[in-house]
């Protein structure tokens, strides 16, 4: 079949975008896993489909797919992306909302900047001690959407990412899910560097959206810092976590950054 998509990124992380709105895409992993592919695919991180809401309470849904053609709940840089593509074709003004599986997000979009405002941050595992093959480290968890270990470190740039984030990210403390992996320095208060292994890339990718937001309400939390939180992910932009705090509670929790488009086409699958 022969499928239209545009490609869009959030601060590096890319995306294949598909109007799903008559419901006549039913992707198989397998085709997510093509048209993912950088060398005979399109070339993304994730697949995005736009959807009728289901259940009335949304102007919209999305389906969301990993590069790897696992479903995923939460995508912060996703839903920057989808937010734009929404208002692109549908013609929405400058607020929308859209059921995802980790609930329902609301946007705004202020021209190639967009606000999501995401799910209060639960499960939150601070201290973990955690036994690798390269020794004992230290970290904090909390689930922003989908699961994130946070790695404190004086020096991102030689942090073991793929290696170290590889084993993490399936590590019995973690299981049977496992986990997103952020290895984070602090480059000032309220200023923070991240970079980021994703479960269902597998890779390191150039920005996690809910992993920047782990990020930042870890270190909000243990630094006691108050809003924004601006931080400096691999692509090279910059972020920025808003929330609202009572005690140990986060509540408003918003992610901002940029969304572009990149192309539009047609593709076989």
């Not at 689930?143 to 793929?162: F, K, S």
Request: net charge negative; glycine share 10%.
């Amino acid at each position: 079949m022969l499928v239209e998509f545009t490609k869009m990124n959030g601060a590096g992380n890319d995306f294949i975008l598909l109007d799903n709105r008559s419901g006549q895409w039913r992707l198989t992993p397998e085709q997510v896993i093509r048209l993912c592919d950088r060398h005979r695919g399109v070339g993304a991180d994730g697949v995005l489909l736009l959807e009728p809401s289901r259940t009335g309470r949304a102007d919209w849904a999305w389906q969301f797919y990993n590069s790897d053609g696992s479903e995923a709940e939460m995508c912060g840089n996703g839903a920057r992306c989808f937010a734009r593509f929404v208002q692109r074709v549908t013609g929405a003004d400058g607020r929308l909302t859209f059921e995802t599986r980790a609930g329902i997000i609301e946007a705004e979009l202020r021209g190639d900047r967009v606000t999501v405002g995401l799910t209060p941050p639960k499960d939150w595992r601070l201290d973990l001690d955690l036994e690798t093959s390269r020794g004992p480290v230290h970290g904090h968890a909390v689930n922003t959407g989908v699961p994130h270990l946070v790695l404190l470190t004086p020096d991102v740039e030689q942090a073991p990412v793929a290696e170290l984030g590889r084993e993490l990210r399936r590590h019995p403390a973690f299981q049977p899910a496992g986990t997103n992996v952020n290895f984070v320095q602090i480059l000032e208060p309220g200023h923070i560097r991240v970079r980021t292994y994703e479960r269902g890339v597998e890779a390191e990718t150039l920005a996690c959206g809910t992993g920047v937001t782990a990020s930042a309400l870890v270190c909000a939390r243990i630094e006691s810092w108050p809003p924004p939180v601006k931080v400096r992910v691999q692509g090279g932009d910059t972020l920025e976590v808003a929330f609202t705090r009572d005690g140990d509670d986060f509540h408003a929790v918003r992610l901002t950054g940029p969304a572009d488009f990149v192309f539009t086409g047609r593709i076989e699958i």
